[in-house]
T-cell receptor
Framework: ETGVTQTPRHLVMGMTNKKSLKCEQHLGHNAMYWYKQSAKKPLELMFVYNFKEQTENNSVPSRFSPECPNSSHLFLHLHTLQPEDSALYLC????????????FGDGTRLSIL | DQQVKQNSPSLSVQEGRISILNCDYTNSMFDYFLWYKKYPAEGPTFLISISSIKDKNEDGRFTVFLNKSAKHLSLHIVPSQPGDSAVYFCAASYGGSQGNLIFGKGTKLSVKP
């Protein structure tokens, strides 16, 4: 079983839909991260959770709502998204907040119609 | 403004030769640097890292060089293999190995047989 698993791998949704992205890590890590990668742009950090507590919100619009029920699971709840939110969303984990290296999942490719 | 820059979007190298991927940074507070490799449809995979107290770190065919005065680092792959064909991301953090990562846009390496 891979270390960091993301589901779904692909998601197409309309601007009025509500959906959630899921991330699960099997590495015993205590920190989890959400990143966004848009075309021709670097990976951008969105949120950081350390021991289930949010430690970083990188000025992300409120239409993205993270949830971390425990150190192994991380969700990104999506609602009323815009076309410019179409991107690859990557989850990562590390031993603790900011500890390197981070281990990444394979991402969810999100398309907003 | 990008703090981590990979100015070459792509690089093509013959199998068996050396691949040199470059990365420049602007923030002198960065003190820990990492390289990640990404295959299509997969998440980034950690490759090698270097702390600012060193100027070289080697792991098998991969060597990272750091020139702090020039704010420049490079990844050398010797000898290059077709399986090395991927996108390589440079990332930097401050706070030693315990900071959030700032990524470059990536360089796509193609190793031709």
């Amino acid at each position: 079983e891979t270390g960091v698993t993301q589901t779904p791998r692909h998601l197409v949704m309309g601007m009025t839909n509500k959906k959630s992205l899921k991330c699960e890590q099997h590495l015993g890590h205590n920190a989890m991260y959400w990143y966004k990668q848009s075309a021709k742009k670097p990976l951008e950090l969105m949120f950081v959770y350390n021991f289930k507590e949010q430690t970083e919100n990188n000025s992300v619009p409120s239409r993205f709502s993270p949830e971390c029920p425990n150190s192994s699971h991380l969700f990104l709840h999506l609602h009323t998204l815009q076309p410019e939110d179409s991107a690859l969303y990557l989850c990562a984990s590390s031993h603790r907040d900011g500890y390197q290296p981070q281990h990444f999942g394979d991402g969810t490719r999100l398309s907003i119609l | 403004d990008q703090q981590v820059k990979q100015n070459s979007p792509s690089l093509s190298v013959q199998e068996g030769r050396i691949s040199i991927l470059n990365c420049d940074y602007t923030n002198s507070m960065f003190d820990y640097f990492l390289w990640y490799k990404k295959y299509p449809a997969e998440g980034p995979t950690f490759l090698i890292s270097i702390s600012s107290i060193k100027d070289k770190n080697e792991d098998g065919r991969f060597t990272v060089f750091l020139n702090k005065s020039a704010k420049h680092l490079s990844l050398h792959i010797v000898p290059s293999q077709p399986g090395d064909s991927a996108v390589y991301f440079c990332a930097a953090s401050y706070g030693g190995s315990q900071g959030n990562l700032i990524f470059g846009k990536g360089t796509k390496l193609s190793v031709k047989p």
